[in-house]
C-alpha cells in the first residue's frame, strides 16, 4: 500500500504543489508542534493549528449548521487576516485550516493567502465556487489544499443541504480542483442518512479513481438552530467507523484524516490538547468552532494574539475541565458541565442569534470518540508514528481518572456497546 500511495503523489500531482506540502505543511508543521511541545512543558498554550472562520455566508443551508449562514455578511478582512496570519507564525505556526461559512465566498481571501507562500491552507468548503480558474489560481499558488464536503447522494446531499442539485455541483467543483492537479480532499460528516452510502470500500475506491488524495471522515454533531438530533451515528456505528478507518489505511493508497485518535486508539479533544482553537467570522477567540463562547477576540490589539491565547483564563479552565472529565467530546457528553464553565467565567454567545445557551441546554448526553475499552489501535505503521510524535494527547489527560466523571446516561449508552461486541 506505502509504494501505491507513494506512486499516485508522485505521478499524479503537481511537483511543485508536492513540494509546498512536503515543506511548509510536512516539515514545518512538524516543527510548529515541536514547538507547542515545548510550549506546553511552560504550561502555555497557543495552538499551532488556528482554524479561522473568515465569513458567516454561505449558499447552502445544512442540517446541523452553527454559523449564522443567513445573518448579515461579516468578513475577517484582508488587514486582519495578515495580523493574525503574520503573528502566529511569529510562534512558529505555519499551517491553518480555513472556515466558513463558504470561504471561496470571501472576496480577497486568495489574494492573502498568496502573500503567505511560506504558509499552507486547508479550505473547508463546499466546492461549489471552485471554477476552473479558480482552481487554476490555486494551482499557481501552490500552498492550499481544497477539502471539499460531500454529504450523500444526490437525493441525501439535497435534504442534507438545503438546496438543490447540490451533488452535482460539488462534483464539478473537485473535479476542477483534479483537472488542475491540486492536492484535493474530499469529507463527509458521518450521519444515520449518509452512512450506508458513503462509510464503504467502494466510495473510497471511486475517490481514488477520481484522483482525490485524502479524505476524513467526520461525525456529525446535532449543532445550531436546526440540529436535527435524529442524525446523529449510534454508539456503535462510531465505533464502526473507526474500525473503518484503521482499516482503510492499510489497504487503500488514499490519505484518511482523523482528529479524534491516538496511534493507540485512545480518544482526545484537538481543543483540549491544545492542538487547534478556532476565530470565528468576528473574530471572536473560541474553543472550537461548535463551542461559541468567547471571552477574547483577535481585534483586540492591547495584547498580542499569542497573549490573547496563552492568558485566557476560559480557555484554560476549558481544557481543564474536558480533560478531567472525558478523552471525548465534552459538549457532547457533559454539555451541562459546558454551561457551567460558560457561566462561571461569563463568557460570551458568540453568535448573532444569540441562542447558543439555549441550544447548549437542550443538548441530550451522547456518546463522542471515547468508548474506554473499544479502543481501536492504528494498523498502519506510518500513522503509528506521526501520532506518537506529532498527535496524540501530550500528556494532557495524564492526571486524571475518567472512570468516575461519566454521566450514568453515558455509562450505558457505552456499555450497550461493549455487551453486543463481546
Ligand atoms: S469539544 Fe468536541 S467538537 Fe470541539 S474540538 Fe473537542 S471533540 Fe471536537
Same mark, same amino acid.
Given at each position: 500500500m506505502y509504494l501505491r500511495m507513494a506512486k499516485r503523489l508522485l505521478l499524479e500531482s503537481d511537483k511543485r504543489a508536492l513540494w509546498k506540502l512536503a515543506w511548509n505543511m510536512g516539515w514545518k508543521g512538524m516543527l510548529s508542534v515541536q514547538k507547542h511541545k515545548k510550549r506546553l512543558k511552560k504550561g502555555e498554550v497557543f495552538p499551532p493549528f488556528l482554524y479561522i472562520s473568515?465569513?458567516?455566508?454561505?449558499?447552502l443551508r445544512c442540517q446541523g449548521c452553527w454559523v449564522d449562514v443567513a445573518a448579515k455578511q461579516e468578513t475577517i478582512s484582508a488587514e486582519a487576516l495578515h495580523r493574525l496570519i503574520n503573528e502566529a507564525k511569529e510562534a512558529g505556526n505555519v499551517f491553518f485550516g480555513i472556515v466558513g461559512g463558504?470561504?471561496?465566498?470571501?472576496?480577497?481571501l486568495l489574494d492573502v493567502l498568496e502573500e503567505h507562500p511560506d504558509c499552507y491552507f486547508q479550505i473547508f468548503t463546499n466546492g461549489q465556487f471552485i471554477t476552473d480558474e479558480k482552481a487554476k489560481r490555486l494551482r499557481k499558488m501552490g500552498n492550499v489544499t481544497p477539502l471539499i464536503s460531500v454529504e450523500g447522494n444526490e437525493i441525501v446531499s439535497d435534504e442534507r443541504r438545503g438546496r438543490a442539485d447540490v451533488y452535482n455541483k460539488t462534483m464539478e467543483g473537485i473535479q476542477n480542483c483534479l483537472n488542475n492537479k491540486l492536492f484535493t480532499g474530499v469529507c463527509t460528516s458521518l450521519c444515520k442518512t449518509n452512512i450506508d452510502d458513503l462509510l464503504k470500500e467502494e466510495w473510497i475506491d471511486r475517490l481514488i479513481e477520481m484522483g482525490v488524495m485524502y479524505t476524513w471522515f467526520h461525525v456529525y454533531r446535532p449543532m445550531g438552530p436546526d440540529a436535527s438530533p435524529e442524525l446523529c451515528l449510534t454508539t456503535g456505528q462510531q465505533l464502526k467507523a473507526r474500525q473503518f478507518v484503521v482499516d482503510m489505511r492499510v489497504k487503500k493508497p488514499i490519505v484518511i484524516v482523523d482528529a479524534y485518535h491516538d496511534g493507540k486508539g485512545q480518544a482526545l479533544c484537538p481543543a483540549v490538547t491544545g492542538m487547534s482553537h478556532h476565530i470565528n467570522p468576528w473574530g471572536d477567540i473560541e474553543p472550537c468552532p461548535v463551542i461559541q463562547f468567547s471571552q477574547e477576540s483577535i481585534h483586540n490589539h492591547e495584547k498580542s494574539l499569542k497573549d490573547q491565547f496563552v492568558e485566557s483564563e476560559f480557555l484554560k479552565d476549558f481544557r481543564e475541565m474536558s480533560a478531567s472529565t472525558t478523552r471525548g467530546c465534552i459538549i457532547l457528553e457533559r454539555p451541562d458541565l459546558l454551561q457551567k464553565l460558560i457561566e462561571k467565567h461569563g463568557?460570551? #454567545?458568540?453568535?448573532?442569534?444569540?441562542?447558543a445557551m439555549k441550544e447548549l441546554e437542550a443538548m441530550e448526553i451522547r456518546t463522542s470518540q471515547y468508548n474506554p475499552g473499544n479502543e481501536i489501535p492504528e494498523k498502519n505503521l506510518l500513522y503509528r508514528i506521526a501520532k506518537k510524535y506529532w498527535y496524540n494527547d501530550f500528556g494532557v489527560y495524564? #492526571?486524571?481518572?475518567h472512570s468516575q466523571t461519566a454521566a450514568p446516561e453515558l455509562v450505558q449508552l457505552q456499555t450497550t456497546v461493549s455487551s453486543t461486541k463481546t
Open positions: 473568515v465569513i458567516n455566508s454561505c449558499n463558504e470561504p471561496f465566498m470571501h472576496p480577497e463568557a460570551v #454567545d458568540s453568535t448573532v442569534r444569540k441562542t495524564r #492526571d486524571y481518572d
